[in-house]
């Protein structure tokens, strides 16, 4: 996977932040979006976090995500 590439959600993600739905269960399993940032280092010092792909999804929406929870379209 790389910066760019369209991706969907392919397993059951339970996120609590989106828009739409504040401070609620809203399922994005199936959602399709783009891939805006693949965190790997943070101030130049290299880092392992638990969730490394920032995915961007229609209506400002974003959240972080791990690459066994995507695939790429």
């Known amino acids: ?12 993600v339970i996120v609590y932040h989106h828009p739409e739905q504040r401070q609620k269960a809203f399922e994005i399993q199936g ?9 790997t280092d943070w101030q130049g010092r290299k880092i392992s976090p638990n969730l490394p792909i920032l995915v961007k999804f229609p209506n400002r929406f974003k959240a972080h995500l791990k690459a066994s929870e995507l695939e790429v379209i």
Not at 1 to 12: A, F, L, P, Y
Request: hydrophobic residues 45%; charged residues 35%; positive net charge.
């Open 31 to 39: 959602l399709e979006g783009e891939i805006a940032k693949i965190m």
């Open 1 to 12: 996977m790389n910066i760019g590439d369209r991706v969907r959600v392919k397993s059951s």
